[in-house]
């Protein structure tokens, strides 16, 4: 097929800050998962498909297929769409994979691509 370009599984980001493989990465209305490391200014490759172990708040609780959103400024997950009533500040990032308990610093998630 001659308009095939690639799986989309993984997309390039040039880094406008330092980040370590796992780290998530924000995009406009996306998030995804550092492949890499790297430095402002490095081009580096981010997973948008599969699922994750990624901080979240530790006074909710996910079911299973719940959808949950990034905190861009905390940087965990919620299941709050508009935390602290601050519009923009919450990126949808999936579902919950499994169920995660109040007392759970971490969470599965399955990212939405």
Not at 22 to 50: H, K, R, Y
Not at 58 to 66: I, K, L, V
Request: glycine share 10%; hydrophobic share 40%; with cysteine.
């Amino acid at each position: 097929m001659k308009n095939y370009i690639c799986s989309g599984k993984v997309l390039d980001k040039v880094l406008d800050s330092t980040v370590a493989a796992g780290d998530v990465v924000e995009f406009t209305d996306l998030i995804g998962v550092a492949v890499s490391g790297g430095v402002s200014g490095d081009t580096i490759a981010v997973n948008i498909e599969g699922v994750y172990t990624l901080a979240k708040r530790t006074q909710e609780a996910f079911t299973q297929g719940q959808k949950v959103w990034w905190d861009k400024t905390n940087n965990h997950l919620t299941s709050d769409s508009d935390p602290a009533g601050s519009p923009g500040r919450a990126i949808f990032a999936g579902y919950a994979y499994i169920a995660a308990g109040v007392n759970d610093i971490t969470a599965q998630v399955k990212l939405p691509c």
